[in-house]
DNA sequence: AGCTTTTGATAAAGCGGTTAAGTTCGGGCC
DNA sequence: GGCCCGAACTTAACCGCTTTATCAAAAGCT
């Protein structure tokens, strides 16, 4: 037989469509002993449920949406992306929801793709990646009343749903660390200012300025590549002063500044000590190895996902949750400055 | 009006639901001029099919999955995935056809997996990764009867439809350019010995031994860890009569390979010359930069999903595709041996 | 004019489930 | 014994769209 149906186990075992779709859903309605046949009937005939026709009844799509503007390119090169795809995927299995994927390469497809799926009933929510500041997506999200979840944050201006790790805090453990090396010039080569998490970082460095008497702190934009991480890498180490330490906003760039600085004839650790944002196996590759602020970030999109869950089922929940704060893990690539 | 229905847009526009039908999709069975009317209104009521009733009736999902049975970890890891990822999301969004992801750590729940989906109609076709040497996965696909596209091959005893890149020709080319150099001694540190590619590139390697006069050739297999790949270097590293060149399956595996040399005070490329025979980002940004056999994942990635799309349309048909051949990129991690 | 085709549209039957609204029936209660 | 109730099922409507069968009217043919 082709697809049995639950008709199929109606007339199998002897039953209405209705009993078959109480027992296999576990409602109340049948008796245990009906129930028992009926699930031995529907296993014997190895039928599994049809999700397009489930979904028309209960209008639940039994998805969620993850979608990403960003040139597709980049989405082999951050590790970023695959973690946190595999994070969301595992949360999400937990349900049997599935995870489907877009890449768009602007914004204005990817407004439209909420609007799209969602009107689709594609999807029963979506994954937000990579918040901004005063981010048009939220407002365009809250509109289309469908659950979000944001991983980043804390989104104080806002009805959605997010789970954010503490970036400020661990951008005070990295320039603490360094302030305790004897650091005093430090550069933070970060990452698009647009984004929320990069405004943090920056933030805290204005700050810790003061607080340490570092005599010089520069936070550079870029837009995350590792071309322009060399390139900027390149005009710091150019320049009559020094800094002593530079922290990059991702490994990718990290490992692209470190490149110069061998290139250069700068010695890291030793004139240079260079601290990523970000860890991922880039920076326990290099040599020297690079010290990184390492944080779970599949756990994260494991939580987040579970969040977003939470939120189907409940619409009328908000979920803010926050993770753990990303860890200092020193390895070879930050010592000391020279003469200290 | 919470979302329009084609019912709406029937009584609005004075007509059936069968004519509106008719009319969204294109066929015959209405004037131009009724057409036009009823497209008018549904774009008015801003209208969006609800994709599960379409796939009720037509029985098509609208979606293909793809199947990771891998440690979860390394989807952050592996550049490869992100770029497989995103050049069959590439392909299908042509479509609007949706990716459906699923991680799962082992076999078994892999097939099971094919089959649940399949199942529920869930997915209108499969993409596979990393063909096997007697694929258990083919039998039970096959037996599906659902359209999979395979990436890798060829696959000589399968109805299964494939798009593959030449690795063995390849491997030539990364042989006689080695051995043009002037190398003699070298190791293959080779993937996993079931997959089908490695088992090509192994045999070319043999077979190259012969034509070029070499005077050693050995393939080890590893699991394409970077861990691996740094225990195995150092083994052969550590060897009396050390190779004049290593080639590695991975470019993970390659900047691991790298850096146990350094460690070791092994020079590259004077002492030992490294070719990585996959390419990424981590493949230009090591010093020395490695040479890699280079091609465009995405590119064929996103050549197998419209592949697949075909295979749906039309189930009866099989698709063999070859796509470009990799092509060597000489960097700097390669050079003469010493003495030569 | 009388007949067959073609065209443009409708009504209704699914697709495979879920679910609200009955229907039976055995048992407890007064 | 009559009445009421809940448990166990059945019926049938419904979800939104596709598709087939049907039909009336217009068009084509001899």
Same mark, same amino acid.
């Given at each position: 037989?082709?697809?049995? &149906? ?14 078959? =779709? ?11 002993? &009906?129930? *028992? ?12 449920? *049809? ?45 049997? &929801? ?6 768009? %390469?602007?914004? %204005? ?6 609007? +799209? ?25 809250? #509109? ?35 302030? #305790?090396?004897? *650091? ?13 998490? +990069? ?12 607080? *340490? ?5 520069? =936070? ?9 991480? #060399? ?9 009559? %002063? ?37 860890? =991922? ?15 779970? +970030? ?34 070879? =690539? ?7």
């Amino acid at each position: 037989m082709a697809r049995p &149906t639950i008709a199929d186990i109606a007339e199998r075992a002897g039953v209405s469509k209705g009993a078959v =779709s109480f027992a296999l859903n576990g409602r109340p309605g049948v008796s245990e002993e &009906t129930r *028992h046949r009926i699930l031995a009937v529907a296993d014997e005939m190895n039928w599994r449920p *049809h999700r397009a026709a489930r979904s028309l009844g209960n209008s639940r799509a039994g998805a969620v949406g993850l979608i990403l503007s960003r040139p597709a390119r980049t989405l082999g090169l951050e590790p970023f992306f695959g973690q946190i795809v595999s994070g969301l995927q595992a949360g999400l299995a937990e349900d049997g &929801t599935a995870l489907q994927l877009l890449v768009v %390469e602007d914004p %204005e497809a990817e407004m439209a793709a909420y609007r +799209t799926w969602t009107a689709e009933q594609r999807v029963d929510g979506f994954v937000l990646l990579d918040p901004l500041i005063d981010d048009p997506r939220f407002a365009a999200l809250e #509109a289309l009343e469908v659950p979000v979840m944001v991983l980043g944050g804390p989104l104080p201006d806002t009805s959605l749903s997010f789970t954010w790790a503490d970036d400020s805090e661990a951008m005070h453990e990295a320039v603490d660390y360094l302030a #305790a090396l004897g *650091h005093r010039h430090v550069v933070h080569v970060a990452g698009m200012p647009q984004f929320l998490h +990069t405004k943090r970082r920056m933030d805290v460095l204005t700050e810790a300025k003061a607080r *340490h008497e570092l005599a010089e702190v520069v =936070s550079i934009p870029t837009d995350y590549s590792d071309s322009e991480g #060399a390139v900027i890498t390149r005009r710091i180490l150019s320049r009559r %002063e020094r800094p002593t330490a530079i922290v990059y906003d991702s490994d990718v760039m990290a490992v692209a500044g470190l490149g110069v600085a061998l290139e250069m004839g700068v010695r890291v650790p030793q004139d240079l000590s260079i601290l990523s944002f970000d860890d =991922s196996l880039l920076a326990r590759l290099t040599h020297p190895s690079l010290t990184a602020l390492t944080r779970d +970030t599949q756990a994260w999109a494991t939580e987040a996902a579970r969040g977003l869950l939470r939120l189907i089922a409940d619409p009328t929940l908000t979920v803010r949750h926050q993770s753990s704060t990303p860890v200092l893990v020193p390895r070879e =690539s930050t010592a000391p400055p020279a003469g200290h």
